[in-house]
């Protein structure tokens, strides 16, 4: 199975600040990589898919890049509505795996 | 606009059956892929099968393997995941979401707001 690690799995931050969100696969999968949003008691929400692709309606403050195995989530000038949780989901091969999350709090 | 809604969730008992089902709209059910993610309670997500193709090919994750069966009944544009043996580990939200396509590979754009199953022992 491949493995997707996330660390750290909090980040603190302030509106307006620029915020990078890193993931690794344990193998390569080229830039079959998705990063999804996750508001508490809320369903998850693509931001970004194929690495670097970003979702219709999502705000161009979030960003995508990396391949093979190294991944990072950009999020430039932080809003309010920025704090949740992201996960990043490789679908490279079965079984799908996620990372475990990294929670962006307000510092 | 496109929408899933899963029904079905509940509280069982350890070693019981469940059949979740999400309906969906606002699109054409049959031309894209379909799975099924969980979250335990304060965990992350899981993902748990997938229903491709055209023939209707299915991928479990080795947790559920041989205990969850993954269905979909294009005609009434709805996905099932038929639950047995079921155990505390289960317990979570299930959510269903849409594939961007039928292939093998796919990332999930859409999901529905999910359905909550505890297993109580």
């Known amino acids: 199975d491949i493995q997707m690690t996330q660390s750290p799995s909090t980040l603190s931050a302030s509106v307006g600040d620029r915020v990078t969100i890193p993931c690794r696969a344990s193998?390569?999968?080229?830039?079959?990589l998705a990063w999804y949003q996750q508001k508490r008691g809320r369903a998850p929400k693509l931001l970004i898919y194929?690495?670097?692709k970003l979702e219709d309606g999502v705000p161009s403050r979030f960003s995508g890049s990396g391949s093979g195995t190294e991944f990072t989530l950009t999020i430039t000038s932080l809003q309010r509505d920025d704090f949740a949780t992201y996960y990043c989901?490789?679908?490279?091969?079965?079984?799908?795996?996620f990372g475990q999350g990294t929670e962006l709090e307000m510092k | 606009e496109m929408q899933l809604l899963e029904s079905g969730g509940g509280l069982v008992q350890r070693g019981g059956s469940l059949r979740l089902s999400c309906e969906a709209s606002g699109f054409t059910f049959s031309k894209f892929a379909m799975t099924w993610v969980r979250q335990a309670p304060g965990k992350g997500l899981e993902w748990v099968a997938s229903i491709i193709g055209t023939d209707g090919t299915t991928y479990y994750s080795d947790s559920v393997k041989g205990r969850f069966t993954i269905s979909r009944d294009n005609s009434k544009n709805t996905l099932f995941l038929e639950m047995h043996s079921l155990r505390a580990e289960d317990t979570a939200v299930y959510y269903c979401?849409?594939?961007?396509?039928?292939?093998?590979?796919?990332?999930?754009?859409?999901w529905g707001k999910g359905t909550t199953v505890t297993v109580s022992s």
């Open positions: 194929q690495a670097s």
């Open positions: 979401a849409k594939g961007n396509s039928l292939a093998r590979y796919y990332y999930m754009e859409v």
């Open positions: 989901q490789q679908y490279a091969d079965y079984p799908y795996t």
């Open positions: 193998q390569s999968i080229s830039r079959w």
